[in-house]
């Protein structure tokens, strides 16, 4: 099997604008932000931003990993088949990245930037109501724009996490640490309630991530064949309320 290198993944920076989705595209994948495990590995990710049309080759071959990756598994999926999906050579895709590895690897750490897009930057200085309620909307809706992200992120954990093992010891584990000592700061400035901040992002990321992850199960309870855009705004304003409450904030719409 094809084994990921040691690397070094990037949650991605906070956007101050509205939540948004974003898009599994080359935009998303900053040559300093990815998996840099080796001198090859480096340059594969130095030509991400070379012009236009590469981007535009690259944002495919990203699109077509995704689907191939969700829909065959990581030992499944094959270069070609990958090329295939995207209408390019099979030689575009290794201009890119070497090794399946490499492709794979930065398929998960673009979804892992959406995702935590709202708070890898947040300071002690930001409204925590305003941080948690858009990082919990911006989840929602990236779960509803692309579901088949999150079921690739979870089918790798599942699985034990072969490819991201020391990406969740030496990266993710710090990440949430620093993120923990802005809610404790917030929490001992009485700003919200005293709650264990790490149990609380799993939270966020569980609620939010459920409604992809288990999308067939929801939508069958439901009585419903597919998601629509009302039923995806009344899930995020009831995940913000009912957590920001939970750790006595006020969501910001309803101030």
């Known amino acids: 099997m094809d084994k990921a290198p040691p690397h070094r993944l990037s949650p991605g920076k906070r956007s101050t604008g509205k939540p948004t989705a974003g898009k599994l595209s080359p935009g998303k994948l900053s040559p300093g932000k990815?998996?840099?495990?080796?001198?090859?590995?480096?340059?594969?990710?130095?030509?991400?931003?070379?012009?236009?049309?590469?981007?535009?080759?690259?944002?495919?071959?990203?699109?077509?990993?995704?689907?191939?990756?969700?829909?065959?598994g990581?030992?499944?999926?094959?270069?070609?088949?990958?090329?295939?999906?995207?209408?390019?050579?099979?030689?575009?895709?290794?201009?890119?990245?070497?090794?399946?590895?490499?492709?794979?690897?930065?398929?998960?750490?673009?979804?892992?930037?959406?995702?935590?897009?709202?708070?890898?930057?947040?300071?002690?200085?930001?409204?925590?109501?305003?941080?948690?309620?858009?990082?919990?909307?911006?989840?929602?809706?990236?779960?509803?724009?692309?579901?088949?992200?999150?079921?690739?992120f979870a089918m790798e954990i599942i699985q034990g996490a072969p490819h991201l093992k020391d990406y969740l010891r030496n990266h993710l584990r710090p990440w949430v640490r620093e993120k923990m000592k802005v809610l404790d700061t917030w929490i001992a400035q009485g700003k919200m309630r005293k709650v264990d901040p790490v149990h609380l992002i799993f939270l966020i990321w569980s609620s939010t991530q459920h409604y992809a992850d288990f999308e067939t199960q929801v939508l069958t309870v439901m009585n419903h064949a597919e998601y629509e855009r009302d039923m995806i705004n009344e899930i995020a304003a009831f995940l913000s309320e009912v957590i920001l409450r939970g750790v006595g904030l006020e969501p910001p719409d309803l101030r």
């Not at 001198?39 to 049309?53: C, D, F, L, M, P």
């Not at 490499?102 to 002690?124: F, G, K, P, R």
């Open 34 to 72: 990815q998996p840099t495990a080796s001198a090859e590995q480096q340059r594969a990710t130095s030509k991400y931003k070379k012009g236009k049309i590469r981007d535009k080759n690259l944002e495919k071959i990203l699109g077509a990993a995704h689907e191939e990756f969700v829909l065959q």
């Open 74 to 152: 990581y030992s499944g999926a094959s270069i070609q088949a990958i090329a295939d999906r995207a209408g390019l050579p099979k030689a575009n895709v290794h201009y890119y990245f070497k090794r399946k590895s490499i492709l794979y690897v930065a398929v998960l750490d673009n979804i892992l930037h959406l995702w935590n897009n709202y708070i890898d930057e947040m300071s002690v200085d930001d409204d925590p109501a305003v941080v948690l309620d858009r990082l919990i909307r911006s989840k929602v809706e990236f779960s509803y724009t692309h579901p088949k992200a999150s079921k690739l």
